[in-house]
């Protein structure tokens, strides 16, 4: 076995500090959302206020998707697709999110009045 010296044990304390820290000043906070995006197919979106609290029915190509806007999150509650992976995905918060359902052609984007800055733009 490695015996460990003081300046070993030095080093890996600093280490274990240095993750929280790096993780605090590289994690920032998402734009606040002001509002979700609803496109079904290739007709105009529609928008909507993420304050409200309401289910939208929405007609897309296999039937309807039901879609609940509550507490500044949406989720799809209900939709007529085999997988259901658009309901499995949950609720959703944080603006640039998006939520679709491929086989029912209908899509959810968050929206926030300022784009949040991330690790893709340049």
Same mark, same amino acid.
């Given at each position: 076995?490695?015996?460990?010296?003081?300046?070993?044990?030095?080093?890996?304390?600093?280490?274990?500090?240095?993750?929280?820290?790096?993780?605090?000043?590289?994690?920032?906070?998402?734009?606040?959302? !002001?509002? $979700? &995006? =609803?496109?079904?197919?290739?007709?105009?979106? *529609?928008?909507?206020?993420?304050?409200?609290?309401?289910? #939208?029915?929405?007609?897309?190509?296999?039937?309807? !998707?039901? $879609? &609940? =806007?509550?507490?500044?999150?949406?989720?799809? *509650?209900?939709?007529?697709?085999?997988?259901?992976?658009? #309901?499995?995905?949950?609720?959703?918060?944080?603006?640039?999110?998006?939520?679709?359902?491929?086989?029912?052609?209908?899509?959810?984007?968050?929206?926030?009045?300022?784009?949040?800055?991330?690790?893709?733009?340049?």
């Amino acid at each position: 076995m490695i015996e460990m010296k003081p300046g070993d044990w030095l080093v890996l304390i600093f280490s274990l500090l240095l993750i929280p820290l790096s993780w605090s000043l590289i994690d920032h906070p998402s734009a606040e959302t !002001s509002a $979700i &995006e =609803i496109t079904v197919a290739d007709a105009s979106p *529609t928008t909507y206020s993420i304050k409200q609290q309401t289910q #939208i029915n929405v007609a897309g190509e296999l039937g309807h !998707s039901v $879609i &609940e =806007i509550r507490d500044g999150k949406v989720r799809f *509650t209900n939709s007529p697709c085999s997988g259901k992976v658009c #309901i499995l995905s949950g609720w959703h918060q944080h603006s640039g999110d998006h939520i679709v359902c491929l086989p029912n052609r209908v899509s959810i984007s968050l929206l926030a009045e300022q784009d949040r800055f991330d690790g893709i733009n340049f």
